[in-house]
């Protein structure tokens, strides 16, 4: 069963401490129609169109409240930027070619590949760039960012990105998707809620009826969990959506996120703020709240498509197999040495598990149409075998 794990904890700092206008919002949500599933309550901490956590902040780097793969290093988006390179020569060199970013934060990740992808003319002369975003004040960052990107455009939903061969990169966007948590009772799996009690604080509970039939829908691991024991499940399909379009259009996608290869019981529900993990219930809004990626579940929603799966592997090794220490070595050639300290560091954290280190506990899925039989990165297992145990 897994267990919530600290991942990007730095050095533990006040949490906000003024009202959130979101809290009252819930509260009264929940006197006039009842406690709120966890999903709900998640969907509107993020994406409440006046209050969301993701509507009105850029919440990321040191001042923020969590620093991102992008953010530690220009070595994470330069080698996804090769990665796509290898996928493109793969597809046949199809020109236009779609490049597209989930999530993309700051920018930081879409300006670092494409200043990899400008040693590669054909291809960068072949691209219009996408970016799904909903947060208008990061849209506004990625704008300076990318001023000089190649046909570039905005989108809040990948629906409204036109077809065709697509390559789409997502760090950390699927942690941010809501996710429901069912709670294993005597008579079936309820749904936990948000509800408020006797002082009218918000606290977790149970839907009163369980969900009929969801035992049919359980993965192995999850069978024989105990009473009390919660599982986490995301809807299908945005995967489904990423998976139909390459498996239709040709190209592939690579999703990089914390979370397990199996799909198994655990609460990994969390708030996070300032680099410290904060009570998911006292500040909705204003708080970062996620939960861990359930890789096999995505796999199997793009099999279930007829897409072609790679991997999972950790983030460590995919970047290693990439080349991340070699750039290191010659970025750090030109480095001062404070500066060459800097790049070590960034590559251990990138890298290596442990306390911070983003490693391990960080994994990587590639999804392709089914002509593509490896990527580069990757492993090429794609029936049956697609996922593997770090
Ligand atoms: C955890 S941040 C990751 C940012 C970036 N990928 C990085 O690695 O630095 C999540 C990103 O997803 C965006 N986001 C959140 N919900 C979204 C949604 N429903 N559709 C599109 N983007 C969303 C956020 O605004 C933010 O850019």
Same mark, same amino acid.
């Given at each position: 069963?897994?267990?919530? #794990?600290?991942?990007?904890?730095?050095?533990?700092?006040?949490?906000?401490?003024?009202?959130?206008?979101?809290?009252?919002?819930?509260?009264?949500?929940?006197?006039?129609?009842?406690?709120?599933?966890?999903?709900?309550?998640? @969907?509107?901490?993020?994406?409440?169109?006046?209050?969301?956590?993701?509507?009105?902040?850029?919440?990321?780097?040191?001042?923020?409240?969590?620093?991102?793969?992008?953010?530690?290093? @220009?070595?994470?988006?330069?080698?996804?930027?090769?990665? #796509? &390179?290898?996928?493109?020569?793969?597809?046949?060199?199809?020109?236009?070619?779609?490049?597209?970013?989930?999530?993309? !934060?700051?920018?930081?990740?879409?300006?670092? &590949?494409?200043?990899?992808?400008?040693?590669?003319?054909?291809?960068?002369?072949?691209?219009?760039?996408?970016?799904?975003?909903?947060?208008?004040?990061?849209?506004?960052?990625?704008?300076?960012?990318?001023?000089?990107?190649?046909?570039?455009?905005?989108?809040?939903?990948? $629906?409204?990105?036109?077809?065709?061969? &697509?390559?789409?990169?997502?760090?950390?966007? +699927?942690?941010?998707?809501?996710?429901?948590?069912?709670?294993?009772?005597?008579?079936?799996?309820?749904?936990?809620?948000? $509800?408020?009690?006797?002082?009218?604080?918000?606290? +977790?509970?149970?839907?009163?009826?369980? %969900?009929?039939?969801? $035992?049919?829908?359980?993965?192995?691991?999850?069978?024989?969990?105990?009473?009390?024991?919660?599982?986490?499940?995301?809807? $299908?399909?945005?995967?489904?959506? /990423?998976?139909?379009?390459?498996?239709?259009?040709?190209?592939?996608?690579?999703?990089?996120?914390?979370?397990?290869?199996?799909?198994?019981?655990?609460?990994?529900?969390?708030? /996070?703020?300032?680099?410290?993990? #904060?009570?998911?219930?006292?500040?909705?809004?204003?708080?970062?709240? %996620?939960?861990?990626?359930?890789?096999?579940?995505?796999?199997?929603?793009?099999?279930?498509?007829?897409?072609?799966?790679?991997?999972?592997?950790? @983030?460590?090794? +995919?970047?290693?197999?990439?080349?991340?220490?070699?750039?290191?070595?010659?970025?750090?050639?030109?480095?001062?040495?404070?500066?060459?300290?800097?790049?070590?560091?960034?590559?251990?954290?990138?890298?290596?598990?442990?306390? !911070?280190?983003?490693?391990?506990? +960080?994994?990587?899925?590639?999804?392709?149409?089914?002509?593509?039989?490896?990527?580069?990165?990757?492993?090429? @297992?794609?029936?049956?075998?697609? /996922?593997?145990?770090?």
């Amino acid at each position: 069963m897994r267990r919530r #794990a600290r991942i990007r904890a730095l050095q533990p700092r006040s949490i906000v401490t003024e009202p959130a206008p979101l809290l009252t919002y819930i509260k009264k949500l929940i006197k006039t129609s009842g406690p709120l599933p966890v999903w709900r309550y998640m @969907q509107l901490c993020l994406t409440h169109p006046e209050h969301g956590y993701y509507i009105a902040r850029d919440p990321l780097g040191r001042e923020g409240d969590f620093v991102t793969s992008p953010e530690v290093s @220009q070595m994470f988006g330069e080698l996804l930027g090769l990665w #796509a &390179a290898s996928v493109w020569r793969m597809m046949g060199s199809p020109d236009p070619l779609r490049l597209i970013e989930l999530g993309p !934060g700051r920018g930081t990740l879409m300006a670092d &590949a494409l200043r990899a992808l400008r040693v590669l003319p054909p291809m960068y002369e072949s691209l219009s760039v996408h970016m799904v975003e909903i947060n208008p004040v990061l849209v506004e960052k990625q704008m300076a960012a990318l001023s000089d990107a190649p046909n570039i455009e905005w989108h809040t939903s990948l $629906d409204q990105v036109p077809q065709g061969p &697509a390559i789409i990169l997502a760090n950390e966007y +699927f942690d941010v998707l809501p996710v429901h948590q069912m709670v294993r009772r005597d008579g079936g799996w309820h749904e936990r809620v948000v $509800d408020i009690d006797g002082s009218g604080q918000l606290v +977790f509970g149970v839907s009163a009826e369980p %969900t009929p039939r969801f $035992d049919v829908l359980l993965p192995p691991l999850v069978r024989a969990a105990p009473v009390g024991a919660i599982f986490e499940w995301r809807p $299908d399909a945005e995967m489904m959506s /990423i998976a139909t379009r390459v498996r239709d259009n040709g190209g592939a996608a690579l999703i990089i996120d914390y979370g397990h290869v199996r799909s198994d019981a655990g609460d990994t529900f969390q708030a /996070i703020s300032r680099h410290s993990f #904060a009570d998911p219930l006292k500040y909705p809004g204003r708080v970062d709240v %996620t939960a861990h990626v359930d890789f096999e579940a995505l796999a199997r929603a793009a099999e279930d498509v007829g897409a072609r799966v790679h991997g999972p592997v950790p @983030q460590g090794e +995919f970047l290693r197999r990439l080349g991340i220490e070699a750039r290191a070595v010659n970025l750090m050639a030109k480095a001062t040495p404070e500066l060459s300290d800097d790049i070590a560091t960034a590559l251990k954290r990138l890298t290596e598990g442990g306390r !911070g280190g983003m490693g391990s506990m +960080f994994k990587v899925i590639g999804v392709s149409d089914p002509s593509l039989s490896v990527l580069v990165g990757l492993s090429d @297992q794609a029936h049956g075998g697609g /996922i593997r145990t770090p």
